[in-house]
């Protein structure tokens, strides 16, 4: 068997990297294909104040153009509340604290507190230029079922022990 | 003749790639990949998972550097078609799959890159150990991993708290211990001392010199050692906390840092054992 020439096999292997290297350049975006499932009923009151809806900031917009689900910012005036829904398992649906980490907030103080209705729900503290927030998350299904991290949901989700749609809600208010 | 076939612009392209430094090599590969340091750069920076991967990174780095005088001028062309498939695959992944399945096919062709160009006996596993533990994997691994692994230390440490003669049952992720409810939380995974302990493995299996057959018999050792730290940290603060209202977080941070601290020891001490696996 005739061996390649080794400077032959060499120009190959770099005109195959460089084909390689070029092309991502021509990758499209994959926005548009997306389900189009027609966005839920957002809640109109957050415990006995009415809600009304924000736009989503520069950072949330771009997360929402990739996200396989629905996002809306709302407020009371005094809690803003973010709220993510998907009908799937996904990675997407990611921890409140890496969303905040990523927008350079430092994150402290993490624990599980319940409510006064005595539901869980996971809480941190961000900080970032002196400005605090309290920030609580926890995510329900659709019987009502919630859960306190994303890693337990996922696989209640992928399992089949818990039925969609899933609705993330991140309450945070400034301390 | 050899003036002749000197003089052709392709042959001359042929003589230069002949001489391309091993260094240089890698080079073309990593540039080849750039979409993947490119997103694994933005991860480290927007700060959306631990920066732990600084430290495989600039372990991999210093690994390269003492072994550059080493590596070969005539890459292995076995290992160097098996790089080229691998780059080829890492570009599909970023039409098809999620961007980290696609870096850790990018750092596995660069790894194998690089043992084109390594001398024999080196190892290499430990290598391709560090360049995978280089990526943003902890806040994924967090994701993915976090609840299985809070299952299994739930369910170890309730056992080892029954032997101890306390009231433990679990459900879940939580624990009823001396009829107070426990839960493991996202924190008591262990993703974090798994990472710690496969990066110590790495470190001393690539500086030290270990065969690569010789570390991948010791990796269940290692899994072994995280399982019972994860599982002792969990049991000893489970305890406390059924015995007192609150556990301070100075109480679980001191715990978790003595016992990460045994279990990098543990691994260090199973990686540097027997003399015979050392090149």
Not at chain 1, 91 to 117: F, K, N, W
Not at chain 1, 119 to 135: I, P, Y
Request: aromatic share 8%; proline share 6%.
């Amino acid at each position: 068997m005739r061996r390649t020439e080794p400077g032959l096999a060499r120009l190959g292997i770099v005109l195959g990297l460089t084909a390689c290297a070029l092309a991502p350049l021509g990758r499209e975006a994959d926005a548009g294909a997306r389900a189009s499932v027609a966005a839920p009923e957002w809640p109109v009151a957050w415990e006995g104040r009415p809600l009304r809806p924000l736009a989503l900031g520069a950072f949330e917009a771009r997360f929402a153009e990739r996200f396989p689900g629905h996002i809306a910012r709302m407020t009371d005036g005094e809690h803003t509340l973010v709220l993510r829904e998907v009908r799937e398992p996904t990675r997407m649906l990611h921890p409140a604290a890496d969303c905040y980490r990523a927008i350079g907030y430092s994150i402290a103080d993490t624990r599980l507190e319940r409510d006064g209705q005595s539901q869980l729900w996971r809480c941190f503290v961000a900080e970032r230029d002196g400005q605090r927030l309290r920030v609580c998350e926890r995510i329900v299904d659709a019987k009502g079922e919630a859960f306190t991290d994303a890693s337990s949901w996922f696989w209640a989700a992928a399992l089949g022990q818990s039925t969609g749609p899933w609705r993330a809600v991140t309450v945070a208010r400034a301390l | 003749m050899a003036t002749a076939i000197a003089l052709h612009p392709l042959a001359r392209w042929q003589t230069r790639f002949e001489t391309v430094s091993p260094l240089a090599w890698l080079g073309l590969h990593a540039a080849a990949l750039w979409p993947h340091w490119r997103w694994a750069g933005a991860r480290l920076a927007d700060g959306s998972d631990d920066p732990l991967g600084v430290a495989a990174l600039v372990a991999l780095l210093v690994w390269v550097v003492r072994r550059e005088p080493l590596l070969r001028g005539a890459p292995r062309q076995g290992w160097v078609y098996a790089a080229a498939a691998l780059t080829a695959l890492a570009t599909l992944a970023l039409f098809h799959l999620p961007p980290l399945l696609g870096a850790v096919l990018a750092v596995l062709s660069l790894a194998t890159a690089l043992r084109s160009v390594m001398p024999s006996g080196q190892p290499w596993l430990p290598v391709a150990g560090l360049a995978v533990l280089a990526l943003p994997v902890v806040s994924s691994l967090q994701f993915y991993a976090g609840y299985p692994l809070r299952v299994v230390t739930a369910e170890i440490s309730t056992w080892v708290l029954q032997l101890a003669g306390l009231a433990a049952e679990r459900s879940g992720t939580t624990m009823i211990v001396q009829g107070r409810q426990v839960i493991v939380d996202a924190p008591c995974s262990g993703v974090q001392m798994v990472w710690m302990a496969y990066f110590c493995a790495c470190v001393v299996a690539a500086f030290s010199g270990l065969r690569d057959r010789a570390m991948l018999a010791r990796l269940p050792a290692v899994g072994a050692l995280v399982l019972v730290g994860n599982v002792l940290r969990n049991s000893v603060l489970v305890a406390l906390e059924a015995q007192q209202s609150q556990v301070s977080d100075a109480v679980h941070q001191g715990v978790g840092l003595v016992v990460l601290v045994a279990v990098c020891a543990g691994v260090v001490g199973v990686m540097r054992g027997g003399r015979d696996a050392q090149d």
